[in-house]
Each structure stands twice: as structure tokens, then as C-alpha cells.
């Protein structure tokens, strides 16, 4: 395991160069296409803000600190990356933005290659199961570029995994939702098979974790649990949210293009005031 110096400067770098970043994108886009074109509404801004608060939670908060003792930490951190931060930023990133960042052909043949549902899972299924293979991750957590190098590995397919689902650039068009529906029901399958080895295990799996002080009462044993668990938690989730969001698009679409009947409009009962009911009482009479 790497010196704590390390660990302490590590998360709230990372969350500097990514703010640059963004200024720099954005200044960059300013001065390259129209203003009124990168105007954000309401829910864009809320899904960027939300995306920047679960990317300071996983890496400039305690989490930054606790992943060099607990496991779990670590889990929680790829779950808020992958699971969280990544889709909230397809949602709230501009699409003239996306589709600018785009515009060289190679770019947008590449990532419309490698977005496909097939490449999507399998890639992102590979980069989440080779980074808990017990070497593998025992270097990943040896110093900080190999540990930057597996986030930006899981950063990069992740978005590969959410483009199909969320995609913001009107060329590379999202799926139709009914799609989406079995994209995402197959996506979850090959990603369980990690989580539940690691939650049934009953052996340590990271010799990393046996030299450091252990935190909470918890054995590495259970802390591994823990991180299983919390990965399965996380991933099933955000699937989830995916799954229901997309059948409610697949029901609206289907109801603005007729194929689905609209409910019929409920009946109500006229009760005649009490003027009405004495002319009828006199009628009778």
C-alpha cells in the first residue's frame, strides 16, 4: 500500500483537474459555438450539480481517505463513478456540446463502434471484473497513476456502457426504448458475476487490506462482503432507474404514436341541485 501522503492529495486532484477541465471545455465551447446554444435549463444543471456531488462524495470527501484501509470504501467510490456520476453527466451535458466534442469522423466512428450493445457490456463488464482481481487490484492501489489509470479505464466504458441508454448527441441516437429495456436487463447479468464471488467469499482476496489497521470492527472478510454487496446494491439501482425510466419513455412514445390506447376519461355523476328535485316532486305530484 502507498504512503498516506499520497492518499491525501490524490482525490482532491482529481476533483481539480476535472473542474479545469470543465472550465476549460466550457471556455473553449464559448468561443467556438453561439452562446444561446449552451444555455443549460433547470434539469441540465441539476444533473451536472448532482454529477459533481457524487464525484466530491467518492473522491474529495472521506471516501478519498478510507478506501487505503476498507475495501468497501473502494467499492463504494467505483460504484459513485460508474453507477452515478457518469450517467447524470449524459443527462446533463449540452448535445451541441457533446456532438462539437464529436466532430472529427474517426471520434464519432470510433465511440459509435464501440457503443454498440454488445461492445457496451462486454467491455464494461471487463474493465469493472479485471479491476477486483486480487493482483490486479493489489497494484491498481499501489501508488496513484495506476490508480488514476483504472478510474479513467472505468470512466471510459462506463460512458460506453450508458451512451445507448443516454446518449446526448442527436447522431448517435439513443435506442428505442423498448430496446433499452432488454439492453439493460442482459447489460446486469455478466456484471453480477464479480460482486457475488467477492459477497460469498469467505477468504480474504486483497493481501493489500492485511497491512493496515482495521476500521468500524470490521474483518477484512466482512469488508469484502460489504463491497460486494454494495456493488450488486449500487449497480442494480442505477439498472433500475435506467429500466423504469425507459419503459415509461417506451409508454409515452407508444401513446403519441397511437399503438397504445389512451384511458378513457372518467365519468362523473351529476347530482341535480335541490331546486331541480322539488320541480320533479311537483311534476309527480
Known amino acids: 500500500m502507498w504512503q498516506a501522503s499520497a492518499w491525501e492529495w490524490l482525490g482532491p486532484l482529481t476533483l481539480v483537474t476535472v473542474l479545469g ?93 464501440l457503443s454498440k450493445p454488445l461492445w457496451a457490456i462486454l467491455l464494461f463488464t471487463a474493465a469493472l471484473s479485471l479491476g477486483v482481481v486480487p493482483s490486479l487490484y493489489d497494484w491498481t492501489v499501489s501508488g496513484p497513476l495506476p490508480l488514476f489509470i483504472s478510474h479513467l479505464v472505468l470512466t471510459a466504458t462506463a460512458l460506453l456502457l450508458w451512451w445507448p441508454v443516454l446518449s446526448p448527441v442527436p447522431g448517435l441516437p439513443r435506442l428505442h426504448p423498448s430496446v433499452q429495456l432488454l439492453y439493460l436487463f442482459l447489460a446486469g447479468i455478466p456484471m453480477m458475476l464479480p460482486q457475488v464471488l467477492i459477497t460469498l467469499s469467505s477468504q480474504p482476496l486483497y493481501p493489500v487490506y492485511a497491512q493496515v489497521p482495521r476500521l468500524y470492527g470490521l474483518s ?26 425507459a419503459f415509461a419513455a417506451w409508454m409515452r412514445r407508444e ?31
Open 21 to 113: 477541465l470543465g472550465l476549460l471545455a466550457r471556455h473553449w465551447a464559448r468561443r467556438v459555438l453561439p452562446g444561446e446554444l449552451l444555455r443549460l435549463g433547470t434539469r441540465q444543471r441539476f444533473y451536472l450539480g448532482a454529477a459533481w456531488v457524487s464525484l466530491y462524495v467518492g473522491f474529495g470527501g472521506p471516501l478519498s481517505y478510507l478506501d487505503r484501509f476498507l475495501f468497501s470504501a473502494h467499492a463504494l467510490q467505483i460504484m459513485l463513478l460508474t453507477m452515478v456520476a457518469v450517467p447524470l453527466g449524459c443527462l446533463g451535458v449540452p448535445p451541441v456540446l457533446a456532438a462539437q466534442a464529436l466532430k472529427p469522423s474517426w471520434a464519432r466512428r470510433l465511440l459509435a463502434f
Open 220 to 245: 477484512q472478510v466482512a469488508d469484502q462482503q460489504l463491497g460486494g454487496g454494495l456493488m450488486l446494491l449500487g449497480m442494480h439501482l442505477a439498472l433500475g432507474a435506467a429500466f423504469v425510466a
Open 255 to 285: 401513446r403519441r404514436e397511437g399503438t397504445l390506447p389512451t384511458p378513457p376519461p372518467t365519468l362523473s355523476v351529476i347530482r341535480p341541485d335541490s331546486s331541480e328535485r322539488r320541480v320533479v316532486r311537483r311534476k309527480r305530484g
